[in-house]
């Protein structure tokens, strides 16, 4: 008998056997599988569920729900999200702790040595141009006839460009490179400070002085980024810290040059009445050659690698850091060691900065000006994003730091030689000898007057010819035909008196300026000297270029500690300790009643801030990162020049009334700043990012 079950399998060998719609047993169809259901059939287990329950029965099967999908997706796009951010933070990371090994791979020797060198001419340069002005504006002020404003506008110039000249700077050393920068900053330094000791005019002077000013304001902030960029992370605090030893020389540069030729008025020629070559002038000459020099040598420096790696230049960073490898390695008798370097990581970086113009129908100037304004906005966009919160905080501390120290500095700085003056001057006008009512009759003056007061004297047929008249002042008294020939006069005056049938042939005693509510009886001016008349000989003078040799001469131990312990104790502590020291020195003031008294106590403050400089500095350039660098650099070294300004003109003003303003100020801002920066973070470990 057959089996009935046969017909629902498939014999082998490719025997088939009948299915749905042939004939089966009993004449009745029949099919392999389970019969057709009706459309609206349920089976039992889901008997009861509407149509969107019937998925449950896919879930169950293994199919999952198009919810369950779409979380699924959404899921996998954060996660992928994620994955990339944590990605290009961990390349960034890696990136600065690839570059720290190059610099260590590469060692420290003859190639950050040269750049030492160079930066620090730069740096001098700097230092130089704060004292230029200073020293050559007491013969400045003659040879121009400057008045009391112009002469207070001459000596805020300078650091009004030197301010604009920071921010400026710094902002493009990040879009254009350290180098570049660095170049033009010290080519515009070079051109308008020569062009300076040629002017003529009071307008000249002061516009060339504010370029010059501009020029060598971005010396500093990028300076300080440059050569950070060249250090591993063990050296950085340290040889920062010695680069500021050439602020120093710049000071003491300025005041031995101003010494040996200001005085010297023969070292000078003249073209004319119309054109002038004083001393002074040769010596504003000779301080722009630390600047000559400097650029000369930054021609042979090449780009920081750092700042190539930020912009996607992979190749010219890797050809410079083979350059500082092999130069400092077969300089210490190892030629053979290969620079094993072969790929440096590079950041993500946005789109290209320039936007290049390349339809042809583009002119030059267009393409200058789509340039010249997308390099506009890029720095405008860098300056703007230090706000950025990670960054504010931090930025705000060290911004008030920088602004107390540099009030308190600058503030000092000025008072400091104008006290000893006030001081001198004093001293000078106790030793003045008065003559009261003497009577002078044919009497031949050949010979100078000095320090003198003669009230209600009476001077008859008298002659003054060929001498210097310094420090005189007649009150009350009646020159009748008298003579006065070639006179040369300093700070000499005539107040209340009367003038009868006298004469002044080739004097500068102006008729508008050297007499006061004077009555003049036939009285003539023939062949008066134009211009001021120049005295090279006054005591005050040497002095104020002695202080000024030993205030910078005193930095040197503040310098020489914040070397040795910066990498030691670390920034905050210096900073914080050198600032509270400072603010007891300033108490010192209160004792300055002679002028050796006020140097003793200006070295001692000098020495006592010049760690606190130092760590400030080197605190900027390891606090931001380097797309940002030398842009915050910039704007808190531009700061700094603004508390300059406002502290020089409010010192200024309590010269010679009260020593207790000045030294308050001075205190309180040394100890607001000294003790906010406790609060800055610790970055002696601290890899530049």
């Not at 009706?38 to 919810?67: F, L, N």
């Not at 400026?168 to 170049?183: E, I």
């Not at 008030?400 to 006290?419: E, H, N, R």
């Amino acid at each position: 008998m057959d089996d009935p079950y046969q017909n629902n399998v498939q014999g082998i060998e490719g025997e088939t056997y009948p299915t749905y719609g042939e004939g089966g047993q009993d004449g009745y169809p029949y099919q392999s599988d389970y019969p057709a259901q009706e459309e609206d059939a349920a089976s039992d287990v889901t008997e009861g569920h509407d149509e969107d329950e019937q998925m449950y029965e896919g879930e169950y099967q293994g199919i999952p729900h198009p919810d369950e999908i779409k979380e699924a997706r959404r899921a996998a796009r954060r996660e992928a999200r994620m994955k990339a951010k944590l990605a290009a933070l961990e390349e960034e990371e890696t990136l600065a702790d690839q570059y720290e090994s190059i610099m260590e791979d590469c060692g420290h020797g003859r190639f950050q040595w040269t750049l030492f060198t160079v930066l620090g001419l730069a740096l001098m340069a700097d230092g130089v141009e704060c004292f230029v002005v200073a020293f050559a504006l007491p013969s400045a002020e003659k040879d121009m006839c400057l008045s009391n404003a112009n002469k207070g506008l001459l000596g805020l110039i300078v650091y009004v460009g030197m301010m604009i000249g920071a921010v400026l700077w710094g902002g493009l050393a990040d879009k254009l490179g350290r180098r570049q920068c660095l170049l033009y900053a010290l080519a515009i330094n070079c051109i308008f400070s020569f062009l300076s000791s040629f002017a003529q005019g009071y307008g000249f002077f002061l516009f060339f002085r504010l370029c010059s000013g501009i020029g060598i304001g971005g010396t500093v902030p990028i300076v300080y980024t440059y050569y950070a960029e060249f250090l591993q992370m063990d050296k950085r605090g340290e040889h920062l810290s010695w680069l500021c030893l050439f602020w120093m020389l710049g000071g003491l540069y300025a005041s031995f040059t101003a010494w040996g030729i200001i005085p010297h008025y023969g070292w000078g020629f003249s073209m004319g009445s119309e054109f002038q070559f004083h001393s002074w002038r040769v010596f504003v000459l000779v301080c722009f050659l630390p600047s000559v020099v400097a650029l000369a040598g930054l021609v042979f420096m090449p780009e920081s690698p750092r700042y190539l790696l930020e912009n996607a230049r992979h190749d010219e960073a890797w050809m410079i850091l083979r350059q500082v490898h092999d130069t400092n390695w077969r300089a210490k008798g190892e030629p053979e060691k290969v620079f094993e370097v072969s790929q440096i990581k590079t950041p993500h970086t946005q789109d290209d900065d320039f936007i290049e113009i390349q339809s042809e129908t583009g002119t030059a100037f267009q393409r200058f000006m789509v340039r010249q304004m997308t390099l506009i906005k890029q720095v405008m966009k860098n300056l703007l994003s230090l706000a950025a919160p990670e960054l504010r905080l931090p930025g705000l501390f060290i911004a008030i730091v920088w602004f107390t120290m540099a009030f308190s500095y600058y503030g000092l700085s000025v008072w400091f030689p104008d006290q000893i003056k006030y001081l001198q001057y004093e001293e000078y006008e106790l030793n003045a000898k008065v003559f009261h009512r003497e009577k002078v009759e044919r009497f031949h003056f050949n010979f100078t007057l000095q320090n003198q007061v003669h009230r209600e004297g009476e001077y008859i047929h008298d002659r003054f010819v060929g001498i210097e008249i310094r420090n005189v002042k007649f009150e009350d008294s009646l020159f009748e035909n008298c003579y006065f020939e070639d006179i040369k006069s300093t700070d000499t005056f005539f107040e209340n008196c009367t003038l009868q049938n006298t004469m002044f042939y080739n004097t500068d005693l102006w008729k508008d300026s050297k007499f006061i509510d004077c009555k003049f009886i036939n009285v003539t001016f023939h062949h008066p000297k134009k211009g001021c008349h120049l005295n090279f000989q006054e005591e005050n003078d040497v002095l104020i270029y002695i202080v000024t040799f030993l205030g910078s001469l005193s930095v040197l131990p503040g310098n020489i500690i914040a070397g040795l312990l910066m990498d030691k104790i670390g920034r905050i502590k210096i900073i914080g300790g050198s600032m509270l020291v400072s603010s007891g020195c300033t108490f010192s003031l209160l004792l300055c009643f002679n002028p050796g008294a006020v140097i003793t106590f200006q070295c001692l403050f000098y020495a006592a801030s010049a760690a606190a400089w130092n760590g400030i500095e080197v605190m900027t350039v390891e606090l931001y990162p380097t797309s940002k660098r030398a842009t915050a650099f910039g704007v808190l070294n531009g700061l700094c020049k603004l508390a300059a300004i406002v502290s020089i003109f409010i010192f200024s003003k309590f010269v010679g009334i009260t020593k207790i303003v000045p030294s308050l100020l001075a205190f309180s801002a040394l100890v607001c700043g000294g003790l906010l920066s406790f609060k800055l973070p610790e970055t002696r470990e601290v890899i530049l990012q």
